[in-house]
């Protein structure tokens, strides 16, 4: 069994700073990319950022410049932060973490449970 635990959202003003964390356990022998999406009421889920095994990273437009996608791979944990937070930037918070249960087998995708995110004006 493989559990995601997600920790740090919250009520932030505009302006604010929050950081998100996302920790993987259970059984596996490697994880991939991991990554963090959103959904905001009325919306479709949204890729917010992703980084590689490699430390490779991407964002969407909307967090340019203002999201910091990272990750601790000896504690299978990614990160993210989030600075000059906006009232559009609410919704809940999910991390993806692509990982194998074992050896020759193919990554499988996995989400955690969501944190809300609120920022208020």
């Known amino acids: 069994q493989v559990q995601l635990v997600e920790s740090g959202g919250g009520l932030v003003q505009a302006g604010g700073t929050l950081r998100l964390s996302c920790a993987a356990s259970?059984?596996?022998?490697?994880?991939?990319?991991m990554g963090w999406y959103r959904q905001a009421p009325g919306k479709q889920r949204e890729l917010v950022a992703s980084?590689?095994?490699?430390?490779?990273?991407n964002y969407a437009d909307s967090v340019k410049g203002r999201g910091t996608i990272s990750r601790d791979n000896a504690k299978n944990t990614v990160y993210l932060q989030m600075n000059s937070l906006k009232p559009e930037d609410t919704a809940v918070y999910y991390c993806?973490?692509?990982?194998?249960?074992?050896?020759?087998?193919?990554?499988?995708?996995?989400w955690g449970q969501g944190t809300q995110v609120t920022v208020s004006s």
């Open positions: 259970g059984r596996f022998v490697r994880i991939d990319a």
């Open positions: 980084i590689t095994t490699a430390g490779t990273t």
């Open positions: 993806n973490v692509n990982l194998r249960s074992s050896w020759g087998r193919q990554g499988i995708d996995y």
